[in-house]
């Protein structure tokens, strides 16, 4: 049961943020999109793929109830296939940690 | 005579020249044999210099390694490394000097074949007079030098006496050759025995004896066969090679660097170079043909080339890095002249063990607090006699006055049957070190002890000076000192005895204070000889049960009130600073050289940990269990790795400080791979987060290990930040790229998180000190741990 999304609704994201050395921007992302998507009052799980591999692993039910998946990445994630059948937003690493809010401004219009 | 008997080679043992010929490796096996009327006594003080003086006398060679190539930062500075005319050798002598070239003409033996029918007569005293001569001028030169001048001075002073040299001279002489073809012929024979020398260090010593034949040979013409260059202004001399005599004779004034074809880093005159702060680069192909006199050269004694007309930005880029340099070494000085201060606040005095007063003055230039324990044996030992009171008094006073107001522990001379001094007849013993030693033979020899006690009571009206006894096991035995040494001395015993450490609360009431000898203590403990590898294991200082031992002798003086130190090798081995700082010490005494790390050690440690660590270690069933507890992994974070007052001025700059930083508190050995490392990174988008914060990093096995650098800047400066606005807070993280430690990753990961945090920013960017700054981020550390 996919919901919708309309301005200013609560809206379920799942996440992966990825960078080349895996020490800082990884989590420096992570920690954006949590605190931002509370900000706003949306529900999000972040995957961090750094140094220390896979953290905290979306499943395969958290990806099916997610309305938008976002990845915040400078290298390619493991196990894209994930997404095949949800919404992708793709941004590089730098955006999110500069202005958050313009990522979820993406999520917006729902089209 | 002595035979070198794997190679066949045989010498004159009284010939330097014969001896060094002999080409001696180090394992070599050599049969020595000693004829004559002292026969006997030649035998025992040679057997005494081999099985105790020789093995102390190796110097290792300091090697500069690095070869060959540009500073990859010379990216950072926009040079292109195709317009950098750059030639490359090996590094000798470190640093940087710019100058125009003056290339010189090289150095040989001139050979003067016309004669052949000198009368001996007439030649025998001629060639007398100049190696007279020679030597005298040496001898002269010997007066004014500094130390490492003074040691090629005595080599070429061992050479210009040499028996063997005189005695070929001599020799050719009587075939009816001129004093003059007979040194160039003598000295060029020698010369070429020692070149076929399989050992390079061997090889290079033909050039000693090459420069001294030149001496001697100058002597007979009566003028200077080797003209030195008058260097007028800023100079890079370039030559094939280059003797040390010739060397000293260049106007240092003028002289900014030295380029060499030949050589190597174990030369005399690499060494000269390096005491006296010339850069050199040898084995540089073709140098005198690279250049022409009078162009502009570069040296980089450090990196092992020279740039032929330098560009401006070469030249920027050495200003901005000698600029670093002086700020590097004026923040290494002043730290170490600090206090050593745990991270709660209690100092502890860090003290230096020296033999001579020369030492003296090294020491306090590493920061030495004061020094623990003066070594006086030095004085006594091979000599015929005991020294007297005024040169005891030289000796001690130069040490006061070096120390300019810190107090000076002198010990009163420790002698046994392990060092025997002639004059004083000592018994051989089975057993010398639980024989006649130290203070035991005093009484019996009570006039040299009152010598050096009034020599001792002079030197203190220079400043402070603590008297400390050796080898003391009973009360009597500092009574006995005590009513002969001069009022208003502080006097002290080592605790060296086991028993001494027990008659502490008798031996109170008659002393000022107390230091550990743990290296003998420590033996004397366990009844095992350290220098026995059969028992040697038994023997350890972190042992538990000598670490209780410790804990109740320091409890012991605490007690009774009165300070104590410690001045065994224990101290000098970083891992056991925790446990000393435990046990409450009030100074640890150590080699000159390990001062700087020991108190960096101390900066570093709290007491509270540190008592906690001891008790566990207390509690262990063994050294090998305690030795685990005491060496993990190096910590992430270090207050030395803190720089809150840098001054660096672009990001390139603020780079290269930090990966000094990480140098200088022994994280890396290879600056500027890190800074490479740090810089590549840099070069996908910047580190740069925005609110004046910039987090560096790298994964590379340039850092020993896992570090977090911090370094806040006093001007803001341009990172190309996500925000556009400069940074003032910049935090290096560095991980090993082949070891991953989880921990250390977690740590950095929940960094990275709280950075998004503008309270925690704010905390960061306001920290008063560095210890504050390691105190934040280690209650981070719990975080991301837990």
């Known amino acids: ?111 | 005579m002595l035979t070198n008997v794997r190679v066949a080679a045989r010498a004159d043992l009284k010939s330097v020249l014969s001896l060094i010929a002999a080409g001696i490796s180090f394992g070599d096996c050599c049969a020595v044999r000693i004829d004559g009327v002292d026969e006997d006594a030649a035998g025992s003080t040679l057997r005494r210099f081999i099985e105790q003086e020789l093995p102390k006398l190796d110097k290792p060679v300091a090697l500069a390694p690095r070869t060959g190539a540009l500073p990859t930062s010379f990216d950072v500075a926009g040079v292109e490394a195709s317009a950098i005319r750059a030639h490359f050798g090996t590094p000798v002598s470190s640093g940087v000097g710019q100058g125009t070239a003056v290339i010189m003409s090289m150095i040989a033996i001139p050979r003067d074949g016309a004669d052949g029918a000198a009368d001996p007569v007439e030649e025998r005293p001629r060639a007398e007079l100049a190696l007279r001569a020679v030597r005298a001028a040496i001898e002269k030169s010997l007066s004014g030098a500094t130390a490492a001048e003074a040691a090629i001075l005595s080599a070429h002073l061992a050479i210009a006496s040499d028996i063997s040299l005189a005695t070929e001279i001599a020799a050719r002489i009587e075939q009816g050759r001129s004093a003059f073809s007979a040194i160039a012929e003598a000295g060029e024979s020698f010369a070429a025995v020692l070149r076929k020398s399989e050992n390079e260090y061997i090889r290079e010593r033909a050039a000693d004896v090459e420069e001294i034949c030149l001496l001697l040979l100058e002597q007979i013409q009566g003028t200077k066969l080797t003209p030195a260059p008058e260097l007028a202004e800023a100079s890079v001399v370039i030559a094939e090679s280059l003797a040390p005599q010739q060397f000293l004779a260049l106007n240092r004034i003028f002289l900014k660097g030295v380029v060499l074809e030949t050589g190597s880093t174990t030369s005399h005159l690499s060494i000269l170079a390096r005491s006296l702060g010339v850069p050199m680069v040898a084995g540089v192909k073709d140098a005198r043909t690279m250049t022409s006199p009078g162009k502009e050269i570069l040296v980089d004694g450090t990196r092992g080339f020279a740039i032929l007309e330098p560009a401006p930005e070469v030249r920027a880029f050495y200003e901005r890095e000698q600029k670093s340099v002086t700020r590097r070494e004026a923040s290494l000085a002043a730290r170490a002249k600090m206090p050593a201060m745990t991270r709660d606040g209690r100092v502890l005095e860090v003290a230096a063990n020296i033999t001579s007063a020369a030492e003296a003055v090294a020491a306090f230039e590493k920061g030495a607090d004061g020094i623990g324990l003066y070594r006086t044996e030095m004085l006594f030992l091979e000599r015929e006699s005991a020294p007297s009171e005024d040169e005891q008094f030289a000796a001690y006073s130069a040490a006061v006055c070096g120390a300019g107001g810190k107090p000076v522990i002198i010990r009163t001379i420790d002698i046994g049957g392990d060092k025997p001094l002639s004059y004083l007849r000592l018994p051989a013993e089975a057993n010398p070190f639980l024989g006649l030693r130290g203070s035991r033979i005093y009484a019996a020899h009570s006039e040299l002890l009152e010598t050096q006690l009034r020599a001792i009571a002079r030197a203190s009206a220079l400043g402070p000076v603590w008297v400390m006894v050796p080898m003391v096991s009973s009360v009597e035995e500092v009574r006995w000192i005590k009513a002969r040494l001069a009022g208003g001395i502080r006097l002290g015993v080592m605790i060296e005895v086991p028993a001494a450490a027990f008659m502490i609360d008798r031996l109170a009431a008659e002393v000022d204070f107390f230091s550990i000898g743990t290296n003998d203590l420590c033996q004397y403990f366990f009844a095992a000889d350290r220098g026995n590898p059969n028992v040697a294991r038994l023997a350890s200082v972190r042992h538990p049960a000598f670490l209780a031992f410790l804990k109740e002798t320091v409890a012991r003086c605490r007690a009774h009130d009165k300070w104590i130190g410690t001045c065994g090798e224990m101290a000098a081995d970083l891992r056991n600073i925790p446990l000393l700082l435990a046990l409450g010490l009030d100074e640890l005494s150590v080699t000159v050289h390990a001062v700087p790390a020991v108190k960096s050690r101390i900066r570093g440690l709290s007491v509270s940990e540190c008592e906690a660590l001891l008790d566990h270690a207390l509690a262990c069933e063994s050294a090998s269990d305690v030795d685990a507890l005491l060496s993990p992994e190096t910590p992430l974070l270090d207050a030395e790795l803190v720089i809150l007052d840098s001054a660096c001025e672009n990001k390139a700059d603020a780079i290269r400080a930090m990966a000094e930083v990480f140098y200088a508190a022994g994280r890396t050995e290879d600056p500027e791979l890190l800074e490479h490392a740090v810089t590549a990174r840099e070069a996908i988008y910047s580190t740069g987060l925005g609110h004046g914060f910039a987090v560096p990093h790298c994964s590379s096995d340039a850092v020993k290990a896992d570090s977090v650098g911090v370094m806040r800047l006093e001007r803001p400066i341009d990172w190309g930040s996500l925000d556009g606005k400069p940074v003032q807070m910049i935090l290096l993280l560095a991980t090993r790229s082949s070891q991953k430690n989880g921990t250390h990753l977690r740590f950095f990961s929940s960094l990275a998180r709280k950075l998004m945090d503008e309270e925690f920013r704010n905390q960061l960017m306001t920290v008063q000190d560095a210890s504050a700054v390691v105190a934040r981020l280690s209650r981070e550390l719990e975080i991301g741990s837990g």
């Not at chain 1, 793929?49 to 896979?54: F, L, N, R, S």
Request: with cysteine; net charge neutral; proline share 4%.
């Open chain 1, 1 to 111: 049961m996919v919901g919708h999304a309309g301005k200013g609704s609560k809206v379920k994201i799942v996440a992966v943020t990825a960078c080349a050395t895996g020490i800082a921007h990884t989590y420096m992302a992570a920690e954006q999109l949590e605190k931002t998507a509370k900000a706003l009052g949306h529900q999000i799980k972040v995957e961090t793929q750094g140094a220390m591999g896979v953290e905290n692993e979306l499943s395969e039910k958290d990806i099916r109830e997610a309305q938008v998946v976002i990845l915040a990445i400078d290298i390619e994630v493991e196990k894209r296939e994930r997404f095949h059948s949800t919404r992708i937003i793709q941004v590089p690493i730098q955006e999110v940690i500069r202005n958050p809010k313009s990522v979820f401004e993406k999520i917006q219009p729902w089209p």
